[in-house]
T-cell receptor, first 114, second 115 residues
Framework: GAGVSQSPSNKVTEKGKDVELRCDPISGHTALYWYRQSLGQGLEFLIYFQGNSAPDKSGLPSDRFSAERTGGSVSTLTIQRTQQEDSAVYLC????WGQGGEQYFGPGTRLTVT | AQKVTQAQTEISVVEKEDVTLDCVYETRDTTYYLFWYKQPPSGELVFLIRRNSFDEQNEISGRYSWNFQKSTSSFNFTITASQVVDSAVYFCALSLYRRGGKLIFGQGTELSVKP
């Protein structure tokens, strides 16, 4: 079956602009996670969705970051007023259930802020 | 606090050698899960294994084996008879049942298998 998909695969934006990153999880997976991977910080958790609600937003680095999930499926991560330190690969993962189920990752969106 | 440590940043072996990747974790929770993921040069994280904190049984899958020891808080990964295709960055991760399953990753070990 289809895996997790993310779009765009690459995004170059100017500092100060807003960006939206999209994640399509595996069908039937109720849990969805966003992470980011950068050279200096490794793999960091951003936010967790169970259905359409986000019980854990503790990893969002600032109020410029927000995310939503609709219909228990697609999720969008929005970064407002991008900064150069936001440059990273943003990864989405989904799981049949939260709380310890194996997570399957998408290919990521490489964000470059110039 | 929860933490995962992969002390080996880079390992280089010659094909057919056995190699062990170390992972040490910290948590005071009693219900947790441990994972290994592989990130090949293509970039996509590939799930390898999941263990829960109540199951210390070692596992073998082909050339891969995992040794989970709660007494030393370790979850080590061994590749037997390594192959060039095993070259990748390997991540160990921890998730806590009470925290919704978010993964806490180690810094990764880059494995290079030379022909």
């Amino acid at each position: 079956g289809a895996g997790v998909s993310q779009s765009p695969s690459n995004k170059v934006t100017e500092k100060g602009k807003d960006v939206e990153l999209r994640c399509d999880p595996i069908s039937g997976h109720t849990a969805l996670y966003w992470y980011r991977q950068s050279l200096g910080q490794g793999l960091e958790f951003l936010i967790y969705f169970q259905g359409n609600s986000a019980p854990d937003k503790s990893g969002l680095p600032s109020d410029r970051f927000s995310a939503e999930r609709t219909g228990g499926s697609v999720s969008t991560l929005t970064i407002q007023r991008t900064q150069q330190e936001d440059s990273a690969v943003y990864l989405c993962a989904s799981s049949v259930w939260g709380q310890g189920g194996e997570q399957y990752f998408g290919p990521g969106t490489r964000l470059t802020v110039t | 606090a929860q933490k995962v440590t992969q002390a080996q940043t880079e390992i280089s072996v010659v094909e057919k050698e056995d190699v062990t990747l170390d992972c040490v974790y910290e948590t005071r929770d009693t219900t947790y899960y441990l994972f290994w993921y592989k990130q090949p040069p293509s970039g996509e994280l590939v799930f390898l294994i999941r263990r829960n904190s109540f199951d210390e049984q070692n596992e073998i899958s082909g050339r891969y084996s995992w040794n989970f020891q709660k007494s030393t808080s370790s979850f080590n990964f061994t590749i037997t008879a390594s192959q060039v295709v095993d070259s990748a960055v390997y991540f160990c991760a921890l998730s806590l049942y009470r925290r919704g399953g978010k993964l806490i990753f180690g810094q990764g070990t880059e494995l290079s298998v030379k022909p």
